[in-house]
């Protein structure tokens, strides 16, 4: 079983806040993908925040990762504003569908960065991977979200397949921030991720909410 990381759910203004700010350390500073100067506050943010769910991962008692899905119409998601849309068959018919973006992990916490042997290093990112894919989907399943967009490299879905999720390409290759193309995630069919996460996760929430647990108040209320 592997449970050295936890995903929670940035339901406040103080957890999201913490969330931009990962954001901007990793998207502005480490990767270069956004210019630092536009942000106010340290915080990385943009049009669809206002319509995403946020979540983040914690290590050891450290905010070490975000992502977000971004719940909106079909046609008017962000991979929309960057590639072409070339499998009107996919169409999800009266199905909500979010799109998976601004999934980041703290540079001490990526493969070969950390200073572990490079079996070890593997191993803890596909413990966060695992773990945000079962968040998302537990979320997307409660919520009726039918399908998942992902505009991410080659190698991210061949993660996705390796977990028993199957990436399905629906638009061609681009170059945006390196190469990327777009896939999509059927929630539905997704009998083998569950037996992944069952043989390598222990039982319990995929996610943990942090107003319940990491808010000032619910502190005090442990603490009483």
């Excluded at 971004?70 to 998601?77: I, Y």
Aim: hydrophobic share 40%.
């Amino acid at each position: 079983m592997i449970n050295s990381y936890e995903v929670v759910l940035a339901d406040t203004e103080e957890s999201k806040n913490i969330h931009y700010n990962l954001r901007y350390q990793i998207f502005c500073l480490e990767k270069g993908f956004e210019e630092a100067g536009r942000f106010k506050n340290e915080m990385e943010k943009d049009i669809y925040d206002d319509k995403a769910i946020h979540f983040l991962v914690n290590s050891n008692n450290r905010w070490i990762g975000t992502f977000r899905l971004v719940v909106d119409q079909f046609g008017s998601l962000p991979f929309q504003k960057v590639t072409a849309f070339d499998s009107p068959q996919f169409l999800p018919h009266n199905l909500q569908t979010a799109e998976f973006s601004r999934l980041g992990i703290l540079r001490p916490f990526q493969k070969l960065r950390n200073g572990q042997p490079p079996k070890e290093s593997s191993e803890n990112e596909s413990e966060i991977m695992l773990k945000m894919l079962h968040a998302a989907r537990e979320y997307c399943c409660a919520n009726g979200i039918g399908y998942v967009i992902c505009l991410c490299r080659r190698s991210i879905a061949r993660v996705l397949n390796q977990f028993g999720i199957q990436a399905r390409s629906i638009g061609p290759a681009i170059i945006h921030h390196g190469p990327r193309m777009p896939f999509a995630l059927n929630l539905a069919d997704s009998h083998a991720f569950d037996s992944i996460v069952n043989s390598c996760l222990t039982a319990g929430r995929a996610y943990s909410v942090y107003s319940e647990i990491y808010s000032n108040e619910a502190l005090l209320a442990l603490a009483a």
